[in-house]
């Protein structure tokens, strides 16, 4: 079987209701582990209907507190909570940069024990800069967005694929993209509207070109940033593959394949 990375989009909007675009949520999933990034409102709906298991998660790793990048984790845990024991033993880590266990105990305060799991779910809060986990290294940096906002950059093997979540154009996201073969930037804003904090498709196009990136994903988009043509115009400073992300996308990176792969055993 061929070896890939594999990237299936659930939300590519904003917090602005859209019938066609959830809040953000992106499932990155490598030989050895699916992993969650971001948890909008509405993820839990979409992977149903892309036909996801929740009990496949294996790690979610959430970018800041707003509620298009975080609202459905309460109703992610309470579903797991209520389909128990499917899980059947198996840990789901859940990730959040600093504040992130203060984040948790408020949803404990407010939800009460139909959020609280003995030991099928541990929380973590972002430290060290460099994490090594089963098949992936994960590298995060503080992004300039809310004053909790990270961006994250999975290494997987020998390929790099970084999410900004939401930031405004800043030395860090460019640091962190360096050399990735995907980097999905958001896109909030048409150029001439775009605010403190967050992309438009210019300053996207300028981080991909001077990250030295190979694949541009464009997401998070307010609605009127899709009324431009933001490929076209992060064209202009950057010559590589530009793409819409859309809700139910699916992009593949391929990876090396293992001596067990080539057909040795029959
Ligand atoms: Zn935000
Ligand atoms: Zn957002």
């Known amino acids: 079987m061929d070896r890939q990375i594999k990237l299936h989009f659930l939300g590519s909007g904003t917090i602005m209701p859209d019938p066609r675009r959830s809040c953000s949520a992106a499932i990155l999933e490598t030989p050895q582990a699916r992993i969650l990034v971001d948890i909008g409102a509405g993820t839990l709906r979409r992977m149903a209907i892309e036909g996801i298991d929740l009990h496949s998660i294996d790690y979610i790793f959430i970018t800041h507190f707003h509620p298009d990048h975080s609202g459905d984790l309460a109703p992610f845990l309470f579903a797991l909570r209520n389909s128990r024991p499917a899980r059947a033993g198996r840990l789901l880590q859940v990730w959040g940069p600093a504040g992130f266990f203060r984040f948790v105990q408020g949803l404990e305060q407010a939800f009460g024990k139909w959020l609280q799991f003995s030991h099928e779910v ?85 981080i991909a070109a001077e990250a030295g990136i190979k694949k541009l994903l464009l997401n998070h988009f307010y609605p009127d940033v899709l009324k431009t043509t933001p490929v076209e115009i992060a064209q202009k400073y950057f010559g590589g593959e530009i793409r819409i992300a859309n809700d139910g996308d699916t992009f593949t990176i391929p990876l090396e394949q293992e001596q067990a792969d080539k057909g040795v055993d029959g």
Request: charged residues 25%.
């Open 122 to 206: 541990k929380y973590h809060e972002l430290r060290r800069r460099l994490l090594d986990f089963p098949g992936f290294r994960l590298i995060w940096s503080k992004v300039q967005h809310a004053p909790e906002s990270v961006a994250y950059r999975f290494e997987i093997e020998n390929r790099a694929v970084v999410f900004s979540g939401d930031t405004g154009y800043c030395p860090e996201i460019i640091r962190l993209c360096k050399k990735a073969d995907l980097a999905v930037l958001e896109c909030s804003y048409p150029d001439e509207l775009v605010v403190q904090g967050h992309l438009s498709p210019s300053l996207a196009g300028k």
